[in-house]
C-alpha cells in the first residue's frame, strides 16, 4: 500500500491543522491507519491510530481530547483532526498502515507501511 500525507503548514498557538493520508494500491479497510510524529532530535513517536472499519480509535496522552483520528475507506483517506496546537506538537508527521490494530498506545512502536512526512510547526 501506498500512502501519501498532506496538510502541514504553519499555525499559531492554539489554532488548527488537518492532516490527509491518502491511499492507493490496496483497500484502506483491511488496515489499521495511524499517525507518528518525529521532532528535531527526538524519536519518533506514536500520536494516534484507527481500527479498519473506524470504529475504535486510541490516542496518545499528549493528544488526547485534543486531536481527533478518522477514516472515510470509500475515499481511501484517513485524517487527523488537530486542535488547540502548541509549539510541542511541532513535528514532522507520518501516516502508517499496520495489519493489525492494537488498543493500546504503547504497543505502537511503528507500522507496516509508511507514507512521506508533511511537515507541522506551531508557533508561539
Known amino acids: 500500500v501506498q500512502l501519501q500525507a498532506s496538510g502541514g503548514g504553519l499555525v499559531q498557538a492554539g489554532g488548527s491543522l488537518r492532516l490527509s493520508c491518502a491511499a492507493s494500491g490496496r483497500t484502506l479497510s483491511s488496515y489499521a491507519m495511524g499517525w507518528f510524529r518525529q521532532a528535531p532530535g527526538k524519536e519518533r513517536e506514536f500520536v494516534a491510530a484507527?481500527?479498519?472499519?473506524?470504529?475504535?480509535?486510541v490516542y496518545a496522552d499528549s493528544v488526547k481530547g485534543r486531536f481527533t483520528i478518522s477514516r472515510d475507506n470509500d475515499k481511501n483517506t484517513v485524517y487527523l483532526q488537530m486542535n488547540s496546537l502548541k509549539p510541542g506538537d511541532t513535528a514532522v508527521y507520518y501516516c502508517?498502515?499496520?495489519?493489525?490494530?492494537?488498543?493500546?498506545?504503547?504497543?505502537?512502536?511503528?507500522?507496516?507501511?509508511w507514507g512521506n512526512g508533511t511537515q507541522v510547526t506551531v508557533s508561539s
Open positions: 502508517g498502515a499496520d495489519h493489525k490494530y492494537y488498543s493500546s498506545s504503547y504497543a505502537y512502536n511503528g507500522m507496516d507501511y
Open positions: 484507527i481500527s479498519g472499519s473506524g470504529g475504535s480509535t
